[in-house]
């Protein structure tokens, strides 16, 4: 049985991602949140707070962790989780970068 393949949505070009600042696209319908951490890796959760429906992607990021600015659930940026004494959790997606320009898989 194969795997489908993923698709290969462009975000923006990586020197227009602020670092700790996030991004939000939307995808199908559904809204993704893009960071730039420090380190410069780029990570991508969904972009909707499992508690109260906050937006991610106005988060403030720390770290690895986003926290939503609605009630400040801190959320994962590597496994999607909320960290407790919350819980929930996000969905993650892969992200790639090319000659400058960042993609989403999805």
Not at 35 to 60: T, V, Y
Not at 79 to 95: I, L
């Amino acid at each position: 049985m194969r795997t489908p393949s993923k698709q290969k949505v462009f975000v923006a070009r990586f020197d227009e991602l602020p670092p700790r600042i996030g991004r939000e696209v939307v995808v199908e319908g559904h809204k993704i949140a893009v960071f730039r951490l420090s380190d410069d890796r780029i990570k991508a959760i969904g972009g909707i707070c499992p508690h109260k429906q906050g937006p991610l992607a106005e988060g403030i990021v720390a770290g690895e962790y986003v926290f939503c600015p609605l009630h400040e659930y801190k959320v994962s940026l590597l496994d999607g989780k909320v960290q407790e004494p919350d819980d929930g959790c996000v969905p993650t997606y892969d992200t790639l970068v090319e000659e400058n320009n960042v993609y989403v898989l999805v």
